[in-house]
Each structure stands twice: as structure tokens, then as C-alpha cells.
């Protein structure tokens, strides 16, 4: 997708992030056949990973997850308005967990929030007590020491197990620290601490594996996964090769073609000289727009099918490529930044980053164009 004409929208756009919903959807299916007969839920906090998260979920919706996880619960009260027409009411849990005062809004809007330590519990219990029982996740930290019940704390529970009283335990999970590097010990130890955990708690949903743990193997999938990022088509394993497809793509305008020659240089500290005569397209993404400046001097874009490389320092707003191997390109035309050629995951590794933080990265003024799907 690399003609202008492949755009919908005004003419005086620019830059472009397109979202394949369609490969969303098979992404969803792929991941649910490899964790059947676990369910598959998704992961669409940070909007749905930069993505929208309208569309993402009412796609993944359509393709038959039932069960949705957010991070704040700002993000879940708008997950459910965006589902409000969801052929059955999704289950959305908010990992972030349940802050003092919150419980309110949990009941209006029919959320569920991972209980992350005691005290949560505690407050649950005691709201389910006094305004009638309303389902909570419970989260064990088996290894990540981020969020969730940490050891002693689970042990707390297990012995004394009338905390939960009142509460419609619906799900208990937990995190793997190192499931993108299949061989890591810790993946191991982490299953066996959630198995023997979840045998000493009321029987509810267990969840422990995100998207890489599901290609750990069946022993990490216990009742229902919860893949985020494979969905949007990052790689889950590095390394190896990669069985999503993609979702986002991003493309730039070029909006001036200049001929420059040596001893000239190009951009922000002049770090870029040339060295002879060059064409030089400037393109309208930079930094603001997600294309992170780390990725200065070092990517490359494409022209139809021809491999233009980044020249000097990325800006807020533009971009610099040497087209000189491109002698018909012009302004107007059309960039590929991230694509069929330029992978997204190797874009991020260009910028000494990962795939997640590209997608959540990009930035809010480009025209979305959502392909195919449930949009
Ligand atoms: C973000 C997150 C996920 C999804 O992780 P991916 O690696 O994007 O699949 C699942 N569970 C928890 C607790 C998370 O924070």
C-alpha cells in the first residue's frame, strides 16, 4: 500500500497510519487456536496499543473475545461505551486494580477490577457486603514484584480464606517476567508457583500468559490467555520467526525535494554531510509523530519498493531521506516508514527499542485509515 490513491480521506494529509483490521482479526484467531481449549482474551490498554481503541475491540469483538483487559479504569469506562453495541456484554478487567474510592464507578459501568494487594481485597469485600456481590480478579505475584499479592500476602489469603467472603472471585492470574525468551528458567518457576497457588484458592479462571507465553506451550495457558501485543502483529518470541501478521503501517508525504551536494549537511547539529551530489525528500513525520529521534541516521524507509535511507536527525515534525537512487519520486508521493518492507519490529530494534513502544509511541495527528474489520 503505497499510492497515495490506497488513502481515504482529505487530500491535505499527510502522514498516515493505517490499521489492517482484518489482519487484527486473524491475529485474534490464530491466537485462539493455539491456546484452545483455553480461552483467549485481549489486551487493548494504552488505546488498544496505539491503535484505536474503538475499532480494535469491537474487531476483536466480532472475532469472538468475550473478555477485555485495560490498564486505568479511565481506560475501561471508555472500552465499554466503545463496546456498548457488542452482541454480548464483554467481561473487562482493570489491572491497575481497584484505588481507594473507585468502587463506584466498577459497579456503574459493569467493570471488574484485578485485586492487586490485601488492602484491595479488604475494600472489595466489604463494598460486595454492603451494595451486593460484584465479580474481582485476583492478581499473585509470582516473580515480576510489580503489581499483585506478594508472597506472604498470598499466604495471608490462603490461610485465612474468609477475606474473600462476599466476593464472586471470577479470575486469579498472574505475570511472566521473561516469556519472549523461551529457555529463561524463571518461565518455569513461575508456572509451577501459579499452579500450586491457584490449587489453594477458590476454583476461578486461571490466567497466566500473555502473548509470548502462549507459544511456551499448553502447561502455560491454565483457563484463558491474554495476549496484547502479537495481536497488533509483534513478534512474540525474538528471535524467531514471526507468525503474526501485521497490523499497523505508517506512511509520510514527501513535501519538498531539494538537490543538495558536498560539503553541504542535512538537519539539527549537521551530523549528516554529504558527501556528493544527493536528492534529498523531506517527509511530515518526526518525532511528535512517534518516529522516535533515536531512530536518527539509522532507519530506513521505502519508495515503492526501493530501500531510501534516513539521512541526519529526525525532527518534531519532519524527516530527511536521500533519494537519490529514486530520480522520479517528488513531493506528494508516497513513504513508507513502517510496512511490508519496513518491519515493524525491526524498526524498533533500529531505534533500540521493541515493538511496544513504537505502536504506543505514534503520535495522534496522523490520518487513521482503518482497513477491513469490525471499525
Ligand atoms: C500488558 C499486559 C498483558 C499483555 O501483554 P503482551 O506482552 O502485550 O501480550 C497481559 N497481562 C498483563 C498483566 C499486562 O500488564
Redesign the pocket.
Known sequence: MTASSDFAGPAHATTFLTVDLDALATNYRLLAGRAAPARCAA?V?ADGYGLGVGPVARTLSAAGCETF?V?HLDEAVILRRELAEAAAAPEIYV?NGLMAEDEQVFRDHLLMPVLNDLGQVERWAEDCRAHGPHPAAIHLDTGMSR?GLPRDEQETLMSEPERLRGIPLRCV?S?LACADTPDHPLNRQQQRDFAAAIGRLPKAIASLS???GIFLGPDWHFDMV?????LYGVAPAEGRPNPMAPVAGLYGKIIQVRRVDAPGTVGYGATHRFAGPTRVATVAAGYADGYLRSLSGRATAYIGDVAVPLIGRVSMDLITLDISNVPHAEAGDIVELIGPHADLDAVAKTAGTIG?EILTSLGRRYRRHYVGGAG
Open positions: 489486551v490498554k483487559f490498564a489491572l503489581l492470574m505475570h500473555a502473548s509470548s491474554r495476549p496484547g501485543v502479537a511496544y
